[in-house]
């Protein structure tokens, strides 16, 4: 995965939601939509037991996590070709 440098982001909005994912049924999970400074906005999605009980510090640490992995994730894809 492509290492991203520091870059800002702005928290949108959050939202405890039943997670919609195989075998997490009966649980949340936290939407996170986030926005860069050009504006594109983006989301992640938390598991809500990694922030639940956790101090706001912790919690936006934790989210910061998902956001870096995410965006390492999305340009390390960026400009890759695939045939289907």
């Not at 009980?53 to 936006?60: I, V």
């Not at 910061?64 to 999305?74: L, N």
């Amino acid at each position: 995965m492509a290492e991203v440098p520091p870059l800002r982001f702005r928290i949108v909005d959050v939202v405890k939601l039943p997670s919609a994912e195989e075998g997490r049924i009966g649980k949340y999970d936290v939407v996170v939509t986030y926005q860069d400074t050009n504006g594109r906005t983006r989301v992640v999605t938390i598991p809500w037991e990694r922030l639940e009980g956790k101090t706001e510090d912790e919690q936006l640490a934790i989210i910061s996590e998902y956001i870096r992995k995410e965006e390492g994730f999305r340009k390390a894809m960026i400009g890759r070709e695939i045939t289907v």
